[in-house]
């Protein structure tokens, strides 16, 4: 599974606890993340796509640093960071299977305290907990994410993984809310890995977070660096998987 870098939904007091919770059935729970997660594959192969990034799609370059661009745009008070970068001699495979190896995850972030499945809907489909523990960085102590991921192969070849918090009714009623974390939102990420001729990838990671209004420029700053660390750790674990005929 994708393990992305999350972040808390607001910058302000700590979220009450969800009062309510949905329990409804396994084929209503996998016929919402199918209709719910379509809209997040497309949003995440649009942000992909260098064909449209010509200068009007609101893109912002914040960082071009070793071959690594991060960039942010804003739509009222949502807020999407996009990292992209080319992974030479790494297929698209080596890639996503270090991206989407559960128990691998806390090697590239450092902050992630634990990352279990809660159910799988489908082949491509399931429910996962992410937590993050009294060690992590501010930004993310003590919170916690139910989130849905949606694992799709296009015609093409290019490999998407989309990831977004479940309503939190529905997620309080799979997993009920801890006394010791916070209930997070994450609106939408994933990655979108496509394949260069020479069995290299690009890869193309979004995450997009509603902090309630301004975001201050401290906080952009963290998130960058967060992001340049986590994209030099990943590369390390692809290079260093197998390839599929050394496997």
Known sequence: MAIDTLVPATMSSSPAPCS?????SEDSLRRYVQFASESCVQELLAASDTNKGNGNDGWKMLTL??????SKRRSGSLHTFRSRWVLRAVSPQQFITV????????????DLVEARYIKDLQDNLSIIRLRFGDNSKPLFRNREFIVYERRETMEDGTLVVAVASLPKEIAAGLHPEQSNAIRGLLL???WVVE?????????????QLDPAGWLPKCFVNRFNTKLVMIIENLKKLAQACPSEGEI
């Not at 309510?20 to 409804?24: D, E, G, Q």
């Not at 991206?99 to 450092?110: C, E, F, P, V, Y």
């Not at 394949?195 to 995450?207: A, F, I, M, N, R």
């Open 188 to 190: 939408q990420s994933g």
């Open 99 to 110: 991206a989407n190896a559960i128990d691998a995850a806390k090697q590239w972030d450092s």
């Open 65 to 70: 640093d070793n071959g690594v661009e991060i």
């Open 195 to 207: 394949k260069l001729e020479d069995d290299s990838c690009v890869v193309t990671y979004v995450v």
């Open 20 to 24: 309510r919770s949905w329990s409804i």
